[in-house]
């Protein structure tokens, strides 16, 4: 799930795809207020006109008046049509998986996508190292119930290769009306040959946070994603654990695919002083690098002791948040390496009703390290084996768990090292 922008001045900050599927992402965020994770729609420019570029167009309007020569099928197809697979083309040419162009029914898909209307089966899916991957199921969906899990490869969808699939092709064919069913074939590290898993589309209703306190005392907050609503959640969230009267948090953040930007700012500001940057958007040298800033409520003092769970599912805003905790040594790191969702889209109008959602930037942490593809590596790499699962054990909390308890020891060092970018 954060990364994106529109034409309004929309941000959509990661949610890379939500299936469903629910867009969290990233969030799109329009004016200043309830800022998604990171996808801005701006207005396209005139800059290019075909007479400046060099390059010979020949080819293509050969190829074009052949297929109106020779295709028996092209009568039936409008010219419209094929500046769309044209401008597709184009587009699919750069290689990027999140940058995508719409055509009108496409284009009212994302945008019913956005505004949180759409059925599906509830996973946030993205492209790595090549291949269509499954970010993170949504807890109490049906692809959570139908045992999808973080890091499946989707190798076909009702039978259709995924291999040049981009992720929104992908979503379009996960989605589709409540009760009808979709298989999808999985490849996951430990199975000798790929497993058909069919499941019934829903409409999805995606849970946001719930909280507990252990015996031991140690209050754990599980966000499974950064909505709309999320930020004013954690802010209770924090007030039941001030109220507990304990002084060590686990925030876990496993499988939480993103969200909206704004929700991750906001949850960062909770321990950080006014005016520190939570997250840079580097354009990479086009533009000058946007940093956003926390609003400075640092309600903590340094007693408090907090870890940190991440795990492949964790994407998007989710590592927009530990990033910002960790190089600011409030928090460690516990898991593993997260997804690695850090680029920025933006979404710009190209005609009334069709628009281009494209990358734009890479996300950084206040320390400049880039979430892009490689992710966080947690500071205490635990691995979930499939006895663990089956005997229903999580070593990755309890781990988090010891070290809040011996916080002296394990921690020293590793919280020494303030962030740098101001």
Avoid: C
């Amino acid at each position: 799930m954060i990364d994106l922008k529109f034409s309004k001045k929309t941000t959509y900050a990661s949610y890379s795809a939500l299936i469903a599927l629910a867009i969290f992402i990233f969030g799109v965020y329009i004016g200043s207020a309830n800022r998604p994770e990171i996808q801005k729609v701006v207005g396209v420019s005139d800059k290019q006109n075909p007479a400046d570029i060099q390059t010979d167009f020949s080819p293509f309007w050969k190829v074009w008046n052949l297929l109106d020569e020779k295709n028996p099928d092209a009568p039936k197809e409008s010219n419209q049509d094929k500046i769309y697979g044209a401008i597709s083309g184009l587009v699919n040419s750069l290689g990027d998986p999140y940058t995508e162009f719409f055509t009108p029914d496409e284009a009212k898909m994302f945008e019913s996508d956005i505004a949180g209307n759409f059925t599906g089966v509830g996973m946030e899916v993205g492209v790595k190292n090549g291949a269509l991957t499954v970010i993170a199921p949504l807890k109490d969906t049906p692809a959570y119930y139908a045992g999808i899990k973080s890091g499946d490869i989707v190798l076909k969808i009702d039978g259709k290769d995924t291999s040049s699939m981009s992720v929104d092709e992908a979503i379009k064919l996960i989605r589709g009306p409540k009760g009808t069913i979709v298989t999808l074939s999985i490849f996951r590290e430990g199975f000798k040959e790929p497993k058909d898993i069919s499941i019934t589309r829903d409409v999805i209703n995606a849970p946001i946070l719930d909280t507990e306190q252990r015996p031991d005392g140690i209050f754990v907050i599980h966000l499974y994603s950064f909505s709309a609503n999320s930020a004013s959640l954690f802010r209770n969230a924090l007030q039941k654990f001030s109220n507990s009267g304990a002084d060590k948090l686990i925030l876990d953040l496993r499988g939480n695919p993103g969200g909206y930007l704004e929700a991750a700012v906001d949850m960062a500001s909770w321990f950080l002083p006014a005016g520190k940057p939570v997250v840079i958007e580097d354009y990479g040298g086009n533009q000058k690098e946007t940093i956003y800033r926390g609003r400075g409520y640092d309600v903590f003092n340094n007693n408090l002791k907090m870890a940190i769970l991440i795990d492949g599912g964790s994407a998007s805003a989710s590592e927009i948040l530990s990033g910002a905790l960790r190089d600011y040594g409030k928090a460690v790191l516990v898991g593993e390496q997260s997804f690695g969702k850090g680029s920025v889209q933006e979404v710009e109008q190209v005609t009334p009703d069709t628009i281009l959602k494209v990358t734009v930037a890479k996300w950084l942490t206040p320390n400049g390290i880039s979430i892009s593809k490689k992710g966080l590596t947690p500071d205490f790499a635990v691995p979930i084996t499939q006895n663990d699962v089956q005997s229903r054990i999580d070593p990755q909390i309890e781990k988090a768990a010891e070290i809040l308890n011996n916080w002296q020891s394990e921690a020293a060092g590793l919280l020494s090292k303030p962030s740098t970018k101001q």
